[in-house]
């Protein structure tokens, strides 16, 4: 004989579901700010322990070693939010600095850095085609793309380009008090990426599919449009990341930007991205390209073999992660 709940079991069962909820919301607003106490409790040590830290040399190298992996970080954040994942940044990175030196040595840079960052945004194109129009898993599509692109950049050049006009280099070393220049425009993309994900119809929608792609395309939504966005914003970001880069240094090297896809993906998660999609902020994201810059700064200071750097990034990955897995 079937039991019926009576109206008090009824009523604890719902408040117990909400309690429940609740503390996991509680519990997810406390661990979007760990990357940002790490950071701080890290960078209050580091000012203690050593006497370069705070000089203002030190600090503006660190702001602006983090320009390329923040760009590069917002594109692959805005394609992670949409349940994708982009491992053609890097190639894509010297792709734009290769294409942005040699034509820096043809044309004005006014044209030749928005050409080269086109160059870009098309290889973002093409990710997205084969994501959103083919259907090919993100993973598959991205590696394709990957090693497609970096070949051809040694194809378009085997040798590192260094421009002849500096003028666009001389500005990406300018500082605006003590704040570099590229820092600047760096931290004006994160707002903008910012109040595009959250303030615009086509940002809620990219966070949507990541959640539920099919209840997003059963309300009319045009899903693939907004995959090819998200990758078209990917490559714009990557190649605005590859021509700065190639400013600062003063050369562009076709074997540059391996390996730039695993910091991107580092930031994203420590930032509280989930890879599932449909999870993630901007705000998170900084945080966690500065935690990132942070320790790569303070190994540095303290003469450790860069090796020791990747072991980092591993481990805050999976503590990372495994923080989160009861989040959802």
């Known amino acids: 004989m079937t039991m019926t709940s009576s109206p008090t079991a009824r009523a604890l069962s719902v408040v117990g579901r909400r309690l429940g909820s609740a503390r996991k919301d509680l519990r997810g607003r406390w661990l979007s700010y760990v990357p940002t106490v790490a950071f701080l409790v890290l960078a209050t040590i580091a000012a203690v322990t050593s006497d370069a830290f705070l000089s203002q040399g030190n600090l503006s ?16 954040l805005t394609v992670i939010l949409s349940a994708g994942i982009d491992l053609s940044v890097g190639a894509i990175v010297a792709l734009a ?6 034509l820096l040595n043809m044309l004005p840079w006014p044209v030749a850095i928005p050409l080269a960052v086109g160059v ?8 997205g085609t084969l994501v959103a129009g083919f259907r090919l898993p993100p993973f598959v599509a991205t590696l394709a793309t990957m090693s497609a692109i970096r070949g051809f ?24 008090g003590p704040v570099p220049t590229p820092a600047i425009f760096m931290i004006g993309c994160f707002i903008a990426v910012s109040f595009f994900l959250n303030r615009t119809t086509m940002g809620r929608a990219i966070y949507a599919i990541g959640g ?14 907004h995959i090819m966005l998200a990758y078209l914003i990917s ?6 990341a590859g021509v700065i880069l190639a400013s ?17 993906i580092a930031a994203c998660v420590i930032g509280g991205a989930s890879l599932a999609g ?42 990372a992660v495994l923080a989160r897995r009861r989040e959802g």
């Open 120 to 127: 870009a945004i098309v290889a973002g194109g093409l990710n």
């Open 61 to 76: 190298n660190l702001f602006r070693q983090i320009v390329t992996n923040g760009l590069i970080s917002l594109g692959m």
């Open 248 to 264: 600062r240094v003063g050369i562009a090297q076709p074997s540059v930007g391996v390996g730039l896809e695993l910091d991107a």
């Open 278 to 319: 449909g999870r993630g902020s901007v705000r998170g994201t900084f945080a966690g390209v500065l935690l990132l810059g942070l320790i790569s700064n303070l190994l540095n200071l303290y003469s450790v073999q860069a090796y020791y750097q990747q072991i980092f990034k591993g481990a805050l990955i999976v503590l």
């Open 97 to 102: 600095g290769i294409v942005a030196a040699g």
């Open 212 to 225: 539920n792609e099919e209840a997003v395309r059963l309300s009319g939504i045009n899903v693939r449009a």
């Open 235 to 240: 490559g714009l970001f990557a190649g605005l």
């Open 153 to 176: 950049v040694y194809v378009v050049s085997e040798t590192p380009i260094t421009p002849t006009d500096m003028t666009f280099g001389r500005i990406v070393a300018s500082s605006v």
